[in-house]
């Protein structure tokens, strides 16, 4: 069934959420202190883990190419286990930001805790820099709906060639890749089972009004000049969310750091999905915490351990049995499971 892509804000002063871009207003930090404490309460504290190297094993690395609106073929690098399960817990991640594409790399976090376990790790080429195909020189303004296309057309490859089915799907992503990640939220959610994104861009009506200001007019576009929100408001998923809608269900991390994203684009995103009766979680680190997300390796590796256990949980692949959850179940009544080290 198409999903309906009519805006539900029409208009900046229609925006029932504004007051939490108050970074810190006595209502908005109250908002987030309540939010802080649920999710840490249904996904366990946001302490890191103990430090361990991770351990090496044979791991299958493959080169893919999906096929996605227009006939463009978009490549992917998948590691993981050899063979297919139709099941397999599946890392996604991609970057569309700044013309650069994001290379294939050694991430301790998806090593640890999902290739370690038995996962798979896929990066999508969509980002706007070489060595990728010369169609990627379209991601940026006007062609951003087009670099998330081929990023969902990834992810319904995996589901293609045997190796996983939408449910046991997660993309993560951060800061321009919130973009990203909430348009696969609002305009491909039957192809994922759980989202996660820290400092994320995502109101693209009012982001040259938040922090930090309108550095991404060149690459994204100029909300306040009509051409160009014609095309922002196609892939705004701030004002793109639905109620009647079956969405994934999501983890927004932000920061109240000086330097960073604004954390108004978590804060109301959130905030406007839970009052549509969606399954969305908010965490919000000190303003000791910067554009990456976190301040410090300790408060990074505590944000991303919570991230993961919300992931694995919400795709029924827990960490360990105390922490099993059935894939897409409701976030009231789960406990809180703890971090192993």
Known sequence: MPVDERPT????????????????????????????AATLARFGSAGPPAHRTFAAQALAVAHHEAVSVGGARVAYLQVGPGGTTGDAPVHLSGYVGCASAQLPCCNSAIGRRWLESGGTSVTAAIGRGEPWTRWHDIGGRAGERRSHDHFAAVAADLVRR???RPDRIVAEGRASDGILIANMLTRYPARFGALFCTVPLIDMRRYNKLLPGGVGIGDHGDPDDPDDWAFLQTYSAYHLARARCRYPPIMLAASRSGDGIHPGHARKMVAKLQAMGHEAYFYEQSPAGGRGHAGSDHDGAALTELGYLFLRQRIGWPANESERCPAGAGGRGLGAPRIDP
Do not use: F, K, R, S
Request: glycine share 6%; with cysteine; proline share 6%.
């Open 9 to 36: 804000i029409a208009a900046p002063d229609d925006d029932p959420y504004v007051w939490l871009e108050e970074i810190d207003g006595a209502c908005a930090l109250a908002w987030v202190d309540t939010q802080n």
């Open 162 to 164: 045997g190796v996983t």
